[in-house]
């Protein structure tokens, strides 16, 4: 088995923490693009046309150049879990806000002419039609879509939108010429989230007995839970590429990465902490690359973030 490095995250107030799993993801896929054969075959892509839903308009604090954002919509992206307010609010304020995930497509910026003649860029951000539904009826869930799009744009092209004085336009829905746009034709889902083995244990800070192979209330993704300890498993899945096995441990009262022990072989998972007092064991329903391991330990969210990539399977 292999030891894992863990690379402090600091918790810094003025980043969404939506934003810095955001930023994890991409590097997720930028690790599982670098392990990839070159000989695999490229991903496949399909046009869509994105209907436009409304736009927002706003600067960018660096330059002072204006900026728009072209909220649209189609039915080719899946649909988000179907939340109330009250639960919005509640991920929100809780301790792992990011279990509340919005598939978005985001397009390459375009340079467009504003009302005045001076140039300006504008950057489409696609959604699930349903859920746009929602969002145009719903001013909760309208802030949270634009803060998340807001994220999107600055983590991917290196903009600094002004999050304190944009205006959603009233009767101009979208700004510009639309693009065309393509999505990632995939047969199976991109995250598939997996079930707990039944070998998998947990053991809470009273060092209780296990709770093997539980589920939570709501009966979407199984996890281990003890005490206010959390394991999410999820596997990453992109065509032509190897797939990435991501396993997200909530882990309240732990302040530093170092007061951890992690152990990962080929098909097993160990973590340790003393104080607070914390034990995950359990195997996988696969193989991975332990000498790929790559672990984040968020010391605001306390949340340690593994990466691995998995074995090939045999010919």
């Known amino acids: 088995m292999s030891e894992a490095n863990y690379l402090e995250v600091p918790g810094d107030t003025g980043v969404p923490y939506e934003s810095l799993f955001r930023q994890a993801n991409e590097e997720f896929r930028n690790l599982v693009q670098s ?3 070159g000989s695999k075959p490229e991903i496949k892509t399909k046009p869509i046309k994105p209907r436009p839903g409304f736009c927002v308009k706003l600067k960018d604090t660096s330059t002072g150049a204006k900026l728009f954002i072209n909220v649209c919509h189609t039915p080719e992206l899946p649909e988000p879990r179907d939340i109330d307010d009250e639960e919005l609010i509640h991920i929100l304020e809780s301790e792992d806000p990011t279990s509340y995930r919005v598939p978005l497509s985001l397009g390459l910026p375009h340079e467009e002419v504003d009302k005045s003649g001076g140039q300006c860029m504008a950057y489409d951000v696609i959604i699930n039609e349903a859920f746009f539904r929602k969002v145009s009826s719903n001013e909760l869930f309208k802030t949270f879509l634009i803060t998340v799009a807001l994220d999107g744009i600055e ?16 009767n101009r829905p979208y700004v510009g010429a639309m693009p065309d746009h393509c999505i990632q034709d995939r047969k199976g889902p991109l995250i598939s989230e997996l079930p707990m083995s039944k070998s998998a244990s947990t053991a809470g800070c009273d060092g209780a007995a296990s709770n093997e192979g539980a589920a939570d209330s709501s009966g979407r993704n199984p996890a281990a839970w003890r005490g206010s300890a959390k394991l999410d498993l999820t596997r990453h899945s992109l065509p032509g590429q190897r797939d990435t096995l991501v396993a997200r441990f909530s882990l309240p009262g732990v302040s530093s990465g170092s007061s951890l022990a992690l152990d990962m072989g080929e098909d097993r998972v160990r973590l340790i902490s003393e104080q607070p007092k914390y034990s995950f064991d359990f195997y996988l329903p696969f193989l991975i690359d332990e000498d790929s391991v790559v672990a984040e330990f968020n010391t605001k969210h306390q949340v340690l973030m593994i990466t691995v990539p998995l074995q090939p399977p045999e010919s």
């Not at 983590?155 to 009233?170: M, S």
């Open 35 to 37: 392990l990839s054969d």
């Open 155 to 170: 983590d991917k092209y290196g903009v600094n939108p002004d999050r304190e004085t944009y205006v959603v336009l009233k």
